[in-house]
C-alpha cells in the first residue's frame, strides 16, 4: 500500500522593516524565497516582519501595510491590497505577522508567470509610503511564481463552421462533419453539451452520436436529439450524456410555402454554427 502524506501549512513570507534607528545587525539574509501562489482560488499570506537582526517587531500600531504585485516587463499594476494586521501587541507568537488574502477573482484572469510584488506601510508622520524590503541587502521587490497546478486548463470548445449541402432524393441537408467526443475521458454518465447558434432559423436540427472509431466508413449514427425551430434567433442549448466516439450536427432549413424544395434562405434564415464541449 502507498502513503502519500499531505502538508497543510501557512505560507509564509519574510519581510524586513526596521522602524528603529539603531545600526543594523549582523545576521544578514542574502536572498528570499519566491513567493509561491495558486491561479483561480483563494491564497492566504502570512508576512512575518523582522528587523534586520532577524526579529520581530511589533506592527500592532495604527499603520497601514500594502502589498502590490506588477509586471515589471511591462510595468503593469496588476492588484494591490491591504494587509490584515494580526499582531495585537501582546501575543509573542503573532508579533510582526500581518496575512495577505488574495481572492479568486484577483489571478483569474492573470498569465501563469513570474511577476513582482513589494511590500509599503505608512509613514504615520506625515502619511506618505516607504518600503518594506524582501532581504537584508535593501532589496525592495521579490518574485512572485504563479502556478495553475490545481485545477486543468479549461479547453476550448470544438466550433463547427463547414456544413455540406446534400440531397437526399426529397430535399436538401446540411450535415456537419464527424466531431471527435473524447470517449477515452468521459465515465457513463458524461455530459456532452451543444451551442446553436442561429439567425431566424426554420427548420429542424439533429444531433447524433456513434460509438464507431470510423463513421465516415460505416456512416452508422443513432439520433440523440431532434428539435424544430420557427424563426429562432440566438443560441440554444442542448446537453446529453453517454459514450460516444464521435458526434454529428445536421441542419434541415424548413420549406417555404408553395415551394418544391426547401431551399429558400430569405425563407429559413441561417444556422450560422455550433460550439461542442465534452
Known amino acids: 500500500m502507498q502513503n502519500l502524506p499531505i502538508y497543510l501549512y501557512s505560507n509564509t513570507l519574510d519581510v524586513i522593516l526596521d522602524l ?70 501582546s501575543t509573542l507568537n503573532l508579533r510582526g505577522v500581518a496575512e495577505l488574502t488574495l481572492a ?8 501563469k508567470s513570474s511577476y513582482q510584488y513589494a511590500v ?17 541587502y535593501y532589496g525592495m521587490a521579490g518574485t512572485v511564481i504563479l502556478n495553475e497546478d490545481i485545477y486543468p486548463t479549461l479547453q476550448p470548445s470544438q466550433e463547427i463552421v463547414s ?22 475521458y468521459n465515465s457513463n454518465s458524461a455530459l456532452h ?40 434567433s440566438g443560441i440554444d442549448y442542448v446537453n446529453f450524456n453517454g459514450i460516444f466516439s464521435y458526434i454529428k450536427i445536421t441542419y434541415i432549413p424548413a420549406r417555404a410555402p408553395a415551394e418544391s424544395q426547401n431551399d429558400n434562405p430569405n425563407f429559413f434564415g441561417s444556422f450560422d454554427k455550433a460550439l461542442y464541449r465534452c
Open 193 to 232: 453539451t451543444v451551442a446553436l447558434y442561429m439567425t431566424q432559423f426554420r427548420g429542424e436540427v439533429i444531433i447524433e452520436g456513434t460509438l464507431y472509431n470510423t463513421p465516415a466508413t460505416f456512416n452508422r449514427y443513432a439520433t440523440i436529439e431532434t428539435r424544430t425551430y420557427s424563426g429562432f
Open 20 to 89: 528603529d534607528v539603531t545600526t543594523r545587525g549582523v545576521n544578514q539574509v542574502m536572498y528570499q524565497r519566491d513567493l509561491k501562489i495558486q491561479k483561480g482560488i483563494k491564497n492566504k499570506v502570512r508576512i512575518q516582519f523582522k528587523n534586520s537582526d532577524q526579529k520581530r517587531i511589533n506592527i500592532s500600531n495604527t499603520a497601514t501595510y500594502v502589498f502590490s504585485m506588477f509586471d515589471a516587463i511591462n510595468q503593469r499594476l496588476l492588484l494591490q491590497k491591504n494587509l490584515d494586521v494580526i499582531d495585537d501587541g
Open 120 to 136: 509599503t506601510y505608512q509613514d504615520p508622520a506625515d502619511g506618505t509610503s516607504l518600503p518594506a524590503y524582501v532581504n537584508t
Open 163 to 184: 456544413f455540406l449541402k446534400t440531397f437526399d432524393g426529397t430535399r436538401y441537408i446540411h450535415p456537419g462533419g464527424n466531431i471527435y467526443a473524447y470517449p477515452e
Open 104 to 111: 479568486e477573482s484577483d489571478t483569474i484572469d492573470l498569465d
